[in-house]
């Protein structure tokens, strides 16, 4: 079983920043793509960024030169640094992975996951 944990949502005024975590643990022998995604009320989800596991990266045009995404393959941890926050970032803000589960060391199957999501509202 593989987990996802996010931290670091709250409430932050327009302009401000905010630095979301999310933290893989369990059988995990490799992650191949992370990346975080967001849904705002009465509206679909939608990718913000994501990061493979040589740190390629890819942005959803709303967030381009405000958010930056980053990884530590040593914690299976990524981040997103959001600056310049404005009112339309506001969403609850979910983690995603997909890789290989391990079992004594060996890869076994492939998972895919989600974390329960953080709330972030910008908001004056």
């Known amino acids: 079983q593989v987990q996802l944990v996010e931290s670091g949502g709250g409430l932050v005024q327009p302009g401000g920043s905010l630095r979301l975590s999310c933290a893989a643990s369990g059988s995990i022998f490799s992650i191949n793509v992370m990346g975080w995604y967001r849904q705002a009320p009465g509206k679909q989800r939608e990718l913000v960024a994501s990061?493979?596991?040589?740190?390629?990266?890819n942005y959803a045009d709303s967030g381009k030169s405000r958010f930056t995404i980053s990884r530590d393959n040593a914690k299976n941890t990524a981040y997103l640094q959001m600056n310049e926050l404005k009112p339309e970032d506001t969403a609850v803000y979910y983690c995603?992975?997909?890789?290989?589960?391990?079992?004594?060391?060996?890869?076994?199957?492939?998972?895919?996951?989600w974390g329960q999501g953080t709330q972030v509202t910008v908001s004056s």
């Open positions: 995603n992975a997909d890789g290989l589960t391990s079992r004594h060391g060996v890869p076994v199957d492939r998972f895919e996951n």
């Open positions: 990061i493979n596991s040589i740190s390629t990266t």
